[in-house]
């Protein structure tokens, strides 16, 4: 980013605090305080071991059912304090817990990574099929790949958390990706994804043609697994 664009980013910060009317400190102490509150992160903890109970049983029938993995790996992650501020400001919301909870749908988020790019659709209409889950957006960054070259299923589900005494729906954002969409998206997180380097034309330009590269790789390869399950 230039300098300008960074002291653009700088004011912006500034009006936020400025609007809010609370000294910029206590704002993200306030937030990390409420964020990192045990019960708090307990929940978005919940939803996430549910989900991944349900893709972990998923992948056990998928697997029987196809005589192959599906799912390579999963990861899942909450989102840190300091990433929650950032996206509030990218987003233009105050930097408070409410708006943090109301705006956000990553919070808590799950990766999931298919071995080939047919699969990822597979998971994500599975995942669909839940009754008890509520799909509350997608987004197919595969049929629309992002300007950058980044390509994944985004879907942000409702998952349904139980207490004691009540049911609480939480939302976990899951990305549904193949082994190469993730070896190109890990790649562009080191070098240019909120980084510097991404605003660079060159390399812009660059890593969005790598993505089409592995674009076409990841097909033939799938071109390849359908015609061996046909010999
Ligand atoms: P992090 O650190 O991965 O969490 P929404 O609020 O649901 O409408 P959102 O989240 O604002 O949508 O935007 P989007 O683009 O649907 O999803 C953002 C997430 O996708 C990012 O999360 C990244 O994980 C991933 N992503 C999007 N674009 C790129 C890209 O160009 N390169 C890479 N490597 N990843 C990308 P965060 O919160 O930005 O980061």
Redesign the pocket.
């Known amino acids: 980013m230039s300098k300008k664009g960074s002291k653009n980013k700088k004011n912006r910060i500034e009006i936020k605090r400025e609007t809010t009317g609370v000294t910029s400190l206590s704002i993200e102490e306030q937030l990390k305080e409420q964020i990192e509150a045990p019960m708090v992160r307990l929940r978005y903890a919940c939803a996430i071991d549910v989900m991944q109970a349900k893709l972990r049983m998923m992948n056990v029938d998928l697997t029987e059912q196809k005589s192959r993995q599906v799912i390579r790996n999963m990861s899942s992650r909450i989102?840190t304090t300091d990433?929650i501020i950032k996206?509030l400001i990218k987003?233009e919301r105050k930097i408070t817990f409410t708006e943090a909870v109301e705006a956000?749908?990553?919070i808590a988020?799950i990766r999931v990574v298919c071995y080939f790019c047919d699969d990822i659709y597979e998971v994500a209409e599975n995942i669909k099929k839940q009754k008890d889950l509520r799909v509350l957006?997608e987004?197919d960054y595969v049929k629309n790949p992002?300007k950058?070259g980044?390509q994944?299923i985004?879907l942000?589900v409702g998952v349904p958390v139980t207490y004691l005494e009540k049911t609480e729906e939480i939302r976990v954002?899951i990305?549904i990706r193949s082994f190469a969409m993730d070896y190109w998206?890990e790649l562009?997180?080191q070098m240019c994804?909120?980084k510097d380097a991404g605003q660079i034309e060159n390399v812009e330009r660059e890593i969005k043609a790598y993505s089409d590269v592995i674009a076409g790789i990841d097909y033939q390869m799938l071109e390849l697994r359908r015609r061996i399950e046909k010999m």
């Open positions: 989102k990433s996206k987003k956000l749908n990553d988020g957006k987004k992002k950058s980044y994944s985004h942000i954002e990305q998206a562009d997180t994804y909120k």
